[in-house]
């Protein structure tokens, strides 16, 4: 749990510690799910960084050494989107379709909620902005209920890259503006960086100058390199580098 609040907010350093940690104790207590969990912790670190190969392989290390049913079903969502990342579309849909019946079924309400987010993704990916809207609806609703601040603006901002891509610009800035602001209140410096991406393509469209948004991107980035001690693995320096040069919109 550590790890995962570390992780949301930028704190890589430190989230890769304790998930070298977690790993280290399921090897030595012979504790597959432990270890299991582990893996699973170092794949969002490197999904979080826009890694996606080394995230795949994390997960599957996950997928093979748990026992349990929980643990499993959401390494596979988990691999399931890294699939889609990399362009392996069809298999990516698949494993996500997967988990959303079995959460569904089994009312593990937080992992059908990240499913649901996966299969909007899917969608953005494939340009069907309606199905993603509906999808993305559906979960403000229901994190609104809730209260789930980081779902909720995940929804906002599926709802603004859908009006960007439809080029509603005015409504696209008006969701990004909403998620930039939360965001930087929870702290959570991936939602951000994608919504001020996003306003920095906006303002440019608008011929406005976007220079405060690039100079929070910069600042953000800085932010998450500043976490990363200088003699972490290579392998996460390395995707640190990658991340900072990724376009950001991308879902």
């Known amino acids: 749990m550590c790890s995962m609040v570390e992780i949301a907010m930028g704190n890589i350093g430190q989230a890769?510690?304790?998930?070298?940690?977690?790993?280290?104790?399921?090897?030595?207590?012979?504790?597959?799910?432990?270890?299991?969990?582990?893996?699973?912790?170092?794949?969002?670190?490197?999904?979080?960084?826009?890694?996606?190969?080394?995230?795949?392989?994390?997960y599957q290390l996950s997928r093979a050494g748990s026992n349990d049913g929980f643990v499993s079903i959401d390494g596979l969502l988990r691999?399931?989107?890294?699939?889609?990342?990399?362009?392996?579309?069809?298999?990516?849909?698949?494993?996500?379709?997967?988990?959303?019946?079995?959460?569904?079924k089994m009312g593990v309400f937080m992992t059908y909620l990240r499913a649901e987010i996966s299969k909007a993704a899917l969608y953005i990916n494939q340009g069907e902005w309606d199905q993603a809207k509906t999808i993305a609806m559906s979960i403000k609703r229901e994190t609104s209920e809730r209260s789930l601040k980081v779902w909720y603006l995940t929804s906002?901002?599926?709802?603004?890259?859908?009006?960007?891509?439809?080029?509603?610009?005015?409504?696209?800035?008006?969701?990004?503006?909403?998620?930039?602001?939360?965001?930087?209140?929870?702290?959570?410096?991936?939602?951000?960086?994608r919504a001020q991406a996003y306003l920095v393509k906006i303002k440019t469209h608008e011929g406005t100058d976007p220079e405060i948004h690039n100079?929070?991107?910069?600042n953000l980035l800085n932010q998450i390199r500043g976490s990363i001690p200088p003699d972490s693995d290579q392998t996460i320096q390395e995707a640190f580098q990658h991340f900072s040069q990724c376009d950001q919109t991308i879902f």
């Open 79 to 104: 691999y399931g989107y890294e699939l889609f990342q990399t362009g392996d579309i069809k298999n990516g849909q698949e494993y996500v379709d997967q988990v959303l019946v079995s959460t569904k």
């Open 215 to 218: 100079l929070r991107i910069i």
């Open 16 to 58: 890769t510690y304790h998930a070298k940690q977690t790993i280290a104790l399921g090897q030595q207590s012979s504790l597959p799910d432990i270890l299991a969990t582990g893996y699973r912790l170092m794949g969002d670190i490197y999904g979080a960084l826009k890694s996606h190969q080394n995230a795949l392989s994390y």
């Open 156 to 193: 906002i901002s599926i709802l603004g890259t859908c009006a960007f891509q439809e080029g509603n610009y005015k409504t696209a800035q008006q969701h990004f503006q909403e998620v930039a602001l939360a965001a930087m209140e929870i702290p959570n410096p991936w939602i951000e960086l």
